[in-house]
Every structure is written in structure tokens, then in C-alpha cells.
């Protein structure tokens, strides 16, 4: 039983870039959330999913976009990386409002 | 809406004394609370939660926390620090849609 896979665990771009942050999990939860972690800030919410073709807007949503195809899968995309993007990226999924399991996550600088 | 604030962005104490790391909530409805840490570049543990049962919670690493739903509270406390506690802690209240708030974090200095 994997958890929350997260994928890469490192990446570096150039400003103006696109990536794709990958987060797979196979718990079979409904839920499933993006988080940033700065310094002195905590985690933030960026995106999240209440289950397959349903997403919405956290705290902190510009400049990243978020689908839903699977209940396995939920992918953040950077469609134009800049530096105020360089964060820690963490995914979550939960099956209620009190489980919570999240990934290692992925440390991306944007230069 | 929900929030948490953290008290003290950096606690220092020594080997063997107490620990208190302060979180403050609000929220419109009954509240689940967490503590989570983080050592350096590592990811998130879960060390206790609250979920409206028992007002004090234990959790791992000889943790435990009380919820005062008069103060709105649930400070992070353990009797005799240890040099492997050093690391950063975070408050978090669920925000619904299973999501959670998080505090900024309190990094917690550990010396001999």
C-alpha cells in the first residue's frame, strides 16, 4: 500500500516553463488537496477535489491549475512557472474531515 | 471561516524541560484539530488529532495536547524534551471539504 505517491520529489525550471506535478494515490479517497510550504508561512491551499471531475480554488490558486479524471489521480499544473513559485509542494487525500495522509512532496525552484 | 494562530515562531527549552507550543483557533463550527511535524527536509507526521471525543489527546513521541473549547486552545505539551523533538511543528483545523488551515509553524530548538 503506497499512500500518496508524489512525483518528481526535486525539480528545477526556468522562468516561464510549464511542468506538471504528479500525485497519485491508492486509498480509493474522495478528497485529495495541493499545498504550498514557504518559510514562515505554513501550508497554504492552492487547489482541491471532493471526487472525480469535481475541483475548486483554495488560498493561493493563481497561476496553478488543477483536473480530476480519476479518483486516483490528481495532477497540478504550473503553465508559466516564476520564481514566486518556488515553494515545497505537498499533496493530501482523506476519506473524511479528520484522516489525512499526505505525500513527501516536491521541492521545485523556479529560476 | 476557519484560521490558527501559532504563538512564537521559534521555542527554545533544554534537554528535559517542559515543552508548550501554543496554537489558538477559530472556528464557526465544532473544530477538528492537528498537530503535525516536520524534521528538516523531510514531510509531515501526524502527531495527535482531535475529533470532539476525549479533550485530551495523546499522540506519538510522548505528546499530548488539550482542546479548551473556553479558549479556544489546543496546546501542543510534552514533560521532558528530548534532543530528537528539535523540529517544526504545525497547528492545522479542518476547513471542510476535507481540507485543512494551517498555522505558520513553531520550530522548536532543542540544547543540551
Known amino acids: 500500500n503506497a499512500g500518496v505517491t508524489q512525483t518528481p520529489k526535486f525539480q528545477v525550471l526556468k522562468t516561464g516553463q510549464s511542468m506538471t506535478l504528479q500525485c497519485a494515490q491508492d486509498m480509493n479517497h474522495e478528497y485529495m488537496s495541493w499545498y504550498r510550504q514557504d518559510p514562515g508561512m505554513g501550508l497554504r491551499l492552492i487547489h482541491y477535489?471532493?471526487?472525480?471531475?469535481?475541483?475548486d480554488q483554495g488560498e493561493v490558486p493563481n497561476g496553478y491549475n488543477v483536473s480530476r479524471s480519476t479518483t486516483e489521480d490528481f495532477p497540478l499544473r504550473l503553465l508559466s512557472a516564476a520564481p514566486s513559485q518556488t515553494s515545497v509542494y505537498f499533496c493530501a487525500s482523506s476519506w473524511d474531515t479528520y484522516g489525512y495522509t499526505f505525500g513527501s512532496g516536491t521541492r521545485l525552484t523556479v529560476v | 471561516a476557519q484560521s490558527v494562530t501559532q504563538l512564537g515562531s521559534h521555542v527554545s527549552v533544554s534537554e528535559g524541560a517542559l515543552v508548550l507550543l501554543r496554537c489558538n483557533y477559530s472556528s464557526s463550527v465544532p473544530p477538528y484539530l492537528f498537530w503535525y511535524v516536520q524534521y528538516p527536509n523531510q514531510g509531515l507526521q501526524l502527531l495527535l488529532k482531535y475529533t470532539s471525543a476525549a479533550t485530551l489527546v495523546k499522540g506519538i513521541n510522548g505528546f499530548e495536547a488539550e482542546f479548551k473549547k473556553s479558549e479556544t486552545s489546543f496546546h501542543l505539551t510534552k514533560p521532558s524534551a528530548h534532543m530528537s523533538d528539535a523540529a517544526e511543528y504545525f497547528c492545522?483545523?479542518?476547513?471542510?471539504?476535507?481540507?485543512?488551515?494551517f498555522g505558520k509553524g513553531t520550530m522548536l530548538l532543542v540544547s543540551p
Open positions: 477535489s471532493v471526487g472525480a471531475g469535481i475541483t
Open positions: 492545522a483545523v479542518s476547513r471542510g471539504y476535507s481540507t485543512l488551515t
